[in-house]
């Protein structure tokens, strides 16, 4: 690989859009001794990566945790702990029931009287026809008195008016 | 479940979960604790392990968490830059031995000044060498985020090593 086609993957590098394979072509590449000095800044980065991938834990590690897993005990399976947990809940529903079974239950309340509609509904279209009839003129009179009374009343305060100017 | 199958299954995972919770911590110590606290969490919940789809998400994820709760409760996060390469141990770490060359130990300081997200995202792509689909596994993201997060971090670092390279140049 010459310098432009490492230049072209440190771009694709930088801007994110490098595979994992063409990191490894990198990484190959800033391992070797004789690197292009224009890129030997990165050098520095890769070589960076490369060392920290090399720590390790120290080699008492193993001994250590080994001593420690062999004190614990796992704990056991889901479906085991289950059982206290249903036993418990199976306990309070049991109460729940046993209470609702000796509590005195109050007798239902009566059911109130209604309005028997059936007996005011028109048995003819005819008769339908005429209530409907003075119901419309009853509420056609109480409109024309309102719109009398409201020219009675204007013409009252047109009086007053008058009265003022003068 | 025996203790054998215990270790076929979490110990060789036991080195990524260092380094992954070493680039939370920063401290080799307190990343060790974190590696046996998270085997030791797996080991109690062994008999249902076979629940989990990802072991290794799920055991990463669970380093992470404990290193984060660690470095809470220590109030660390921000006051260790400048401790950040100088681990402690009685050993040189491999770190240690190469960290004689300046820029090395600068690049590090730099990636630890990322913020969390980008750090984490950059470590496991860069460091781990995961897939995109693998990081978002582990640190719960989705795709986009991984993404915009890997790129921010590079661009940082790109920008820095492009600065140090220039100050480096006149200082010559």
């Known amino acids: ?166 | 479940m025996s203790l054998k199958e215990f270790n076929k299954q979490i110990l060789p995972l036991k080195q990524k979960l260092f380094r992954f919770s070493l680039s939370i911590v920063r401290d080799r110590t307190e990343a060790e604790d974190v590696v046996q606290e998270t085997c030791i969490k797996l080991w109690r919940q062994w008999s249902r392990i076979s629940e989990i789809d990802n072991l290794e998400a799920w055991s990463m994820r669970l380093a992470k968490n404990l290193s984060i709760d660690k470095l809470r409760s220590k109030h660390q996060r921000t006051d260790r830059i400048e401790q950040a390469y100088h681990l402690k141990g009685d050993s040189p770490t491999p770190y240690q031995v190469t960290a004689s060359n300046d820029t090395l130990g600068h690049i590090r300081q730099m990636m630890n000044q990322l913020p969390e997200k980008q750090r984490l995202v950059m470590h496991l792509r860069d460091i781990e060498e995961m897939s995109y689909q693998e990081i978002c596994d582990t640190l719960q993201l989705p795709i986009s985020q991984v993404k915009v997060n890997l790129f921010r971090a590079r661009k940082q670092m790109r920008t820095f090593l492009i600065k140090s390279e220039s100050y480096g140049s006149q200082r010559h």
């Open chain 1, 1 to 166: 690989m010459d310098r432009k086609d490492i230049e072209i993957l440190l771009d694709r590098y930088f801007e994110g859009l490098s595979t994992l394979r063409e990191e490894a072509q990198l990484r190959d590449y800033f391992s070797r001794e004789n690197v292009d000095p224009e890129l030997a800044p990165y050098q520095n980065l890769f070589r960076h990566f490369q060392t920290a991938r090399k720590e390790r834990l120290s080699e008492e590690f193993d001994e250590r945790l080994m001593q420690q897993l062999s004190q614990i005990e796992p704990e056991r399976t889901r479906s085991r702990r289950l059982w206290p947990v249903l036993a418990r809940v199976a306990a309070v529903l049991l109460l729940a029931v046993g209470v609702w079974w000796f509590y005195p239950h109050p007798a239902p309340a009566t059911q109130q009287a209604g309005i028997d509609w059936s007996k005011y509904e028109p048995e003819s279209p005819e008769e339908a026809y005429r209530i409907t009839r003075m119901a419309l003129r009853k509420v056609s009179g109480e409109i024309k008195e309102g719109a009398s009374k409201a020219a009675r009343e204007m013409d009252k305060f047109q009086e007053v008016t008058r009265y003022f100017k003068n």
